[in-house]
């Protein structure tokens, strides 16, 4: 369900497409669909950085993850406000976070962002959508996927992933 409340209180669709979707092409990798905790990544067994914030999932855990992915779905709302422009930017902030991680030790955790709610990105918030495609263009993200094409390229990136941890890179 969503964070919201009362009658705006409803199935979080995307979110529930791509738990399915992870879950289906995992392999039998273990996957944290719901991370409850901090990212953290360490270095010959030693913490080297904590993420500020809890992400939507964590490839396969949120210890050393070869992937992680935030869902941003506004769905049911009356009014575009705040919670996309927070959303965008604590986006930003894992971005940089992980950059930092990838000059400073070498370590590259992919990150992803999966969008929905054609109405609230283009027509209400089309400055923060050109946002999202800066923090692409600058690296903090390595991939956007919109909507439907959620679809086709998350079966693949999920492939990748567990390639990824079957060569010993978790």
């Not at 979707?21 to 944290?32: G, N, Q, S």
């Not at 930092?100 to 054609?118: F, M, P, S, T």
């Amino acid at each position: 369900m969503n964070k919201q409340k009362g009658k705006k209180r409803k199935p979080a669709f995307l979110t529930g497409l791509v738990n399915m979707l992870v879950d289906t092409h995992r392999a039998e990798v273990p996957c944290d669909l719901d991370p409850r905790q901090l990212t953290s990544v360490t270095k010959d067994g030693f913490p080297v950085r904590t993420l500020a914030r809890r992400v939507d999932g964590a490839f396969p855990s949120a210890i050393n993850p070869v992937a992680l992915w935030e869902v941003k779905e506004y769905y049911h709302t009356t009014t575009f406000g705040s919670r996309v422009a927070d959303g965008v930017y604590e986006t930003l902030l894992d971005g940089m976070e992980l950059e930092e991680l990838r000059q400073n030790e070498g370590i590259h955790v992919k990150h992803y962002l999966i969008l929905d709610a054609r109405f609230t990105w283009w027509e209400c918030g089309r400055s923060y959508l050109c946002r999202v495609i800066d923090m692409l263009h600058m690296g903090y993200v390595d991939e956007v996927l919109f909507g439907r094409e959620t679809l086709k390229r998350l079966p693949k990136l999920v492939k990748g992933w567990v390639r990824e941890v079957r060569r010993g890179r978790h």
